[in-house]
């Protein structure tokens, strides 16, 4: 009977991973699909911002603000300033007729660089 019931937990543990990670993959192209689920390309902006904080750390390990208070300021103001200068580049594109994505867009900017700079604050030397 033990056995029957490892072997049940061992095949829900690989299901629900496998499900999760289809989600996640779901997610990360959610982005380039026309028109897209906004939930899901949501999620992808979020673990792209992840992506790239973690590739950030392996770039640059160190913080770039010695002070732990500059350092929450910056949490704080930078995304926003990301997401401002993303919907400015929106609607600089939309001006001259160009295509304009998601990320152009100040919610979708904002997420990822978000997620970029959590990365960064918690993990960053």
């Not at 496998?18 to 939930?39: I, Q, T, V, Y």
């Not at 950030?56 to 732990?68: K, T």
């Amino acid at each position: 009977m033990e056995f029957l019931l490892e072997l049940l937990l061992e095949f829900v543990i690989q299901i629900v991973g496998e499900a999760l990670f289809e989600l996640g993959l779901h997610s990360l192209a959610e982005p380039f699909r026309k028109p897209p689920n906004p939930w899901l390309a949501a999620l992808g902006y979020a673990l792209f911002g992840v992506i790239f904080g973690g590739i950030s750390l392996w770039l640059f390990p160190q913080h770039m603000l010695v002070s732990a208070g500059w350092r929450l300021v910056n949490l704080l103001v930078t995304p926003v300033m990301a997401g401002v200068c993303m919907s400015l580049i929106g609607s600089w594109r939309a001006k001259r007729g160009q295509t304009v994505l998601r990320i152009d867009r100040f919610s979708c900017g904002f997420l990822f660089a978000l997620c970029l700079a959590l990365v960064r604050f918690q993990w960053a030397n």
